[in-house]
Nanobody
Framework: QVQLVESGGGLVQAGGSLTLSCAAS????????MGWFRQAPGKERAFVAA????????LYTDSVKGRFTISKAYAKNTVHLQMDNLKPEDTAVYFC?????????????????WGQGTQVTVSS
């Protein structure tokens, strides 16, 4: 079994920055494509960003392009999400997810493993 553990959430003022991290543990013989999703209060969970297993291909939802950067750490089953110029509408629970397709994926049902989520709150 594979476990994903997110860290780095918190409270920040608009315009500030946060970095989320997600580490996979357990049966990690595979190298994972990894993604971030978020769920704002009263809304469905939505795609934010994804990166393939080697770290050389990324995808972003339009609302975070130019502000968020997803990257793989040296330990390939660890992923970071650098979030700059945060806005109140970025407030949500952020979830890390892992898959084994070889390319970054957009859809929730393409991910096999999920973390528990970390809260990000951006105050105006």
């Amino acid at each position: 079994q594979v476990q994903l553990v997110e860290s780095g959430g918190g409270l920040v003022q608009a315009g500030g920055s946060l970095t989320l991290s997600c580490a996979a543990s357990g049966r990690t013989s595979s190298t994972f494509d990894m993604g971030w999703f978020r769920q704002a209060p009263g809304k469905e969970r939505a795609f934010v960003a994804a990166i393939n297993w080697s770290g050389d291909s990324t995808l972003y939802t339009d609302s975070v392009k130019g502000r968020f950067t997803i990257s793989k750490a040296y330990a390939k089953n660890t992923v970071h999400l650098q979030m700059d110029n945060l806005k109140p509408e970025d407030t949500a629970v952020y979830f890390c997810a892992a898959a084994t397709w070889g390319t970054p994926r957009l859809m929730e049902d393409e991910y096999r493993y999920w973390g528990q989520g970390t809260q990000v709150t951006v105050s105006s």
